[in-house]
């Protein structure tokens, strides 16, 4: 048995198990992703997080979900990444990079009272090329509003990997989708070999946009920073939003703002500690 030292953190209710890995060497992360992230016999939580140190970067994400499966990207997660290296003193400058599976990404940081409370993300560019995302497709054009089957019913998807890939379709209202009926089926599809992200998205005006989001390896959580970005690119893409403009993405835990330019696409939203801890395994 050893005791490891945790901190449980959230972004608009994604949350996550962050160990501090400057001080504390994990052997096994799989495995204790899912006996941490069990809301009945764990600590609870989307999935766990460890802050190592890099030779690269201010320091290293390293993110897992429910199952084990090790994810390359979690917008709402790397914002809590830099509040513990920012209030943990870490790194104390307001603008961090951290080193992901998905590249080094710049984080700027927004300070009150010597803590950070928010923090916007430049998550890089998107990425359409269905090779890339990947998607088994035969052609190199994106699939924009792309017809596709899932049983017996048919949806129109746009496709996009934010450094994890992206399912993202169109409804009236995302809250009468059955998505523990039709979430795994998307993300288990032969057409997603690396398997997906799935986000039901409405449009409520050219600024404003709601959105339920099944993540691979976790299921439905109540937000995801790369699928509001995904969600935001794909309205831009079907001419629902304009590029280079905020969009207020509602999700179940709270709102992000996403703006999708040229350059890249960038992520505002706040970062919360809950509380501390120690745990026997």
Known sequence: MMKIPFTKMHGCGNDYIYINCF???IDDPYTLSK???DRHFGIGGDGIVLICPSDIADAKMRMFNIDGSEGKMCGNAIRCVAKYVYDSNIATKEVLSIDTLSGIKTIELFIENGQMTSAKVNMGKAI???ALIPVQSKGSNPLINFPFQVEDKTYHITT???GNPHCVTFVVDPMQVDLPMIGPKFEHHAFFPESVNIEFVSVENRNTLHMRV????SGETLACGTGACAAVVAA???GHCDKDSDITVKLLGGDLVI???DEGVYMTGPAVTVFDGEILV
């Open 23 to 25: 001080e504390h060497a």
């Open 214 to 217: 099944w993540e691979r390896g």
């Open 236 to 238: 831009v893409l079907n």
């Open 259 to 261: 703006r999708y330019t």
């Open 35 to 37: 006996h941490l992230s």
């Open 128 to 130: 359409l090329e269905p």
């Open 160 to 162: 996009i990997s934010m």
